[in-house]
């Protein structure tokens, strides 16, 4: 048994040699190079020199993979992998992929499993698997490498759990809180303790989080972000989540505590940005915005405040201008595309607003398609009413939650009957002309 190892060993050992020398032969074209203190001809082909590994590998398989073999653990690694390579190359990807699982779950030591490893299996649409594999990483992976492992950890758990595996999503839930309990309240954990709590029923205490605990962990996580533990994203996300449970009072309370912190974070002067601007506190939203500028700006800084003031139908000369100057990448971009289209709804020019507005990127609440309509409606011409009637009508379906939906299907009501029965009516068409609710529509804006 012994001189088998020792066989392995020895193979593994010449067929490293002999890829290590093709994959430098193509720099050793003018040099001689002494191995095993024999002269080597440089100029060997890498064909040559993979022809002479086939046999090497193929003997190492053989004793590796043998049941009875006491081969190390790295040896076996190589051998599967070799197997997987070969079952891919011979259009066989799903074996290829069990060979790698099984090695990876069974001997991840020795094959040195990595985060992309677990990644793979994601894609190759094995997530309990890779749900697997993340267990074992988070539990060896330390410092800068733990958290990307605990991002895709819960992110594969919260699929499985939405998708009704209640056992996996109890298992979970103790995970997380055995995370929280060692480690702090870190994001991902903390996230998916509030997915659980999304998903709970009335009599399912064990996923709901009481108040109590939802502040403290929310607030917990941000002062980690606020240390600089973890990045903006995870950041907003509790945020968001603290906005939507507790209301803007709380949140804006959190953001202020966090600006103390992070006093040079643009991104969360446009959050709050934004939240005082939903509440009606549009001026001075703005009025922030533009105070932030004398002493730091960036063009998507610029975006944001012609954005909220064309929103907000507030004065945008000194915006304007700035948007003008700004590069075309900038400018062409969706949010680029979105601050000139209500700029030039602004500046009534209402053609070029509907030709920016419609066409650009939607938004999360589908205000774009709330100032197209505006914009169409605004132009006066032959086909604005039906364009700005489709666009109303695509609002109210696509965003029925959306506050800036909220007359959208009214203004679609009025606005398409009318406009189709003009065609064999100029009775019909003069009325649609002069509708009054029409110019109210228009007037919420303009």
Same mark, same amino acid.
């Given at each position: 048994?012994?001189?088998?190892?020792?066989?392995?060993?020895?193979?593994?050992?010449?067929?490293?040699?002999?890829?290590?020398?093709?994959?430098?032969?193509?720099?050793?074209?003018?040099?001689?190079?002494?191995?095993?203190?024999?002269?080597?001809?440089?100029?060997?082909?890498?064909?040559?020199?993979?022809?002479?590994?086939?046999?090497?590998?193929?003997?190492?398989?053989?004793?590796?993979?043998?049941?009875?073999?006491?081969?190390?653990?790295?040896?076996?690694?190589?051998?599967?992998?070799?197997?997987?390579?070969?079952?891919?190359?011979?259009?066989?990807?799903?074996?290829?992929?069990?060979?790698?699982?099984?090695?990876?779950?069974?001997?991840?030591?020795?094959?040195?499993?990595?985060?992309?490893?677990?990644?793979?299996?994601?894609?190759?649409?094995?997530?309990?698997?890779?749900?697997?594999?993340?267990?074992?990483?988070?539990?060896?992976?330390?410092?800068?490498?733990?958290?990307?492992?605990?991002?895709?950890?819960?992110?594969?758990?919260?699929?499985?759990?939405?998708?009704?595996?209640? /056992? =996996? %999503?109890?298992?979970? &839930?103790?995970? +997380?809180?055995?995370?929280? !309990?060692?480690?702090?309240?870190?994001? #991902?954990? $903390?996230?998916?303790?509030?997915?659980?709590?999304?998903?709970?029923?009335?009599?399912?205490?064990?996923?709901?989080?009481?108040?109590?605990?939802?502040?403290?962990?929310?607030?917990?996580?941000?002062?980690?972000?606020?240390?600089?533990?973890?990045?903006?994203?995870?950041?907003?996300?509790?945020?968001?989540?603290?906005?939507?449970?507790?209301?803007?009072?709380?949140?804006?309370?959190?953001?202020?505590?966090?600006?103390?912190?992070?006093?040079?974070?643009?991104?969360?002067?446009?959050?709050?940005?934004?939240?005082?601007?939903?509440?009606?506190?549009?001026?001075?939203?703005?009025?922030?915005?533009?105070?932030?500028?004398?002493?730091?700006?960036?063009?998507?800084?610029?975006?944001?405040?012609? /954005? =909220? %003031?064309?929103?907000? &139908?507030?004065? +945008?000369?000194?915006?304007? !201008?700035?948007?003008?100057?700004?590069? #075309?990448? $900038?400018?062409?971009?969706?949010?680029?595309?979105?601050?000139?289209?209500?700029?030039?709804?602004?500046?009534?020019?209402?053609?070029?607003?509907?030709?920016?507005?419609?066409?650009?990127?939607?938004?999360?609440?589908?205000?774009?398609?709330?100032?197209?309509?505006?914009?169409?409606?605004?132009?006066?011409?032959?086909?604005?009413?039906?364009?700005?009637?489709?666009?109303?009508?695509?609002?109210?379906?696509?965003?029925?939650?959306?506050?800036?939906?909220?007359?959208?299907?009214?203004?679609?009501?009025?606005?398409?009957?009318?406009?189709?029965?003009?065609?064999?009516?100029?009775?019909?068409?003069?009325?649609?002309?002069?509708?009054?609710?029409?110019?109210?529509?228009?007037?919420?804006?303009?």
């Amino acid at each position: 048994m012994l001189s088998m190892v020792l066989r392995c060993k020895t193979l593994y050992l010449k067929m490293v040699m002999l890829q290590t020398l093709s994959e430098h032969s193509h720099q050793l074209k003018q040099r001689r190079l002494i191995l095993w203190l024999q002269p080597i001809d440089s100029g060997l082909k890498s064909l040559e020199l993979h022809s002479q590994t086939k046999p090497l590998r193929a003997e190492l398989r053989a004793l590796a993979l043998r049941p009875d073999a006491l081969v190390p653990g790295r040896l076996l690694a190589h051998a599967m992998r070799e197997l997987a390579v070969e079952a891919a190359a011979r259009g066989q990807p799903e074996v290829a992929t069990q060979i790698l699982a099984d090695l990876w779950l069974k001997n991840g030591d020795a094959a040195g499993v990595r985060l992309a490893d677990a990644r793979s299996l994601l894609d190759a649409g094995r997530p309990r698997e890779a749900l697997a594999l993340l267990d074992t990483l988070r539990n060896s992976a330390t410092g800068d490498q733990l958290l990307p492992v605990l991002q895709l950890y819960f992110y594969v758990a919260n699929q499985l759990s939405a998708a009704g595996d209640s /056992i =996996l %999503a109890a298992a979970m &839930r103790a995970t +997380a809180r055995s995370i929280i !309990a060692a480690q702090g309240p870190v994001g #991902p954990a $903390v996230h998916y303790l509030f997915e659980e709590h999304a998903r709970a029923r009335e009599s399912d205490s064990e996923r709901k989080l009481p108040d109590v605990r939802a502040r403290a962990l929310l607030a917990g996580h941000l002062a980690r972000c606020a240390d600089g533990l973890e990045g903006m994203a995870p950041m907003v996300r509790s945020l968001e989540l603290l906005l939507s449970r507790f209301g803007s009072g709380e949140a804006l309370i959190e953001v202020e505590k966090l600006q103390r912190a992070m006093p040079h974070s643009l991104a969360l002067w446009r959050w709050r940005a934004d939240r005082l601007a939903e509440e009606g506190r549009g001026k001075d939203a703005l009025f922030e915005l533009r105070r932030l500028a004398i002493y730091a700006d960036t063009p998507q800084m610029v975006l944001a405040r012609c /954005i =909220l %003031a064309g929103e907000q &139908r507030l004065p +945008a000369e000194t915006e304007m !201008a700035q948007l003008a100057s700004l590069p #075309p990448e $900038v400018a062409e971009s969706p949010d680029g595309r979105y601050a000139r289209g209500l700029l030039a709804l602004r500046a009534g020019n209402y053609r070029e607003s509907y030709e920016l507005l419609a066409n650009a990127p939607a938004r999360p609440d589908g205000a774009h398609l709330y100032f197209a309509g505006m914009a169409a409606l605004s132009a006066r011409d032959a086909e604005s009413r039906e364009r700005a009637g489709n666009l109303f009508q695509r609002l109210s379906e696509s965003y029925p939650s959306s506050s800036v939906a909220r007359y959208a299907g009214s203004f679609a009501i009025q606005l398409l009957p009318r406009c189709s029965r003009a065609s064999s009516s100029p009775q019909n068409g003069a009325s649609c002309r002069s509708a009054s609710s029409l110019d109210w529509v228009r007037s919420r804006f303009t």
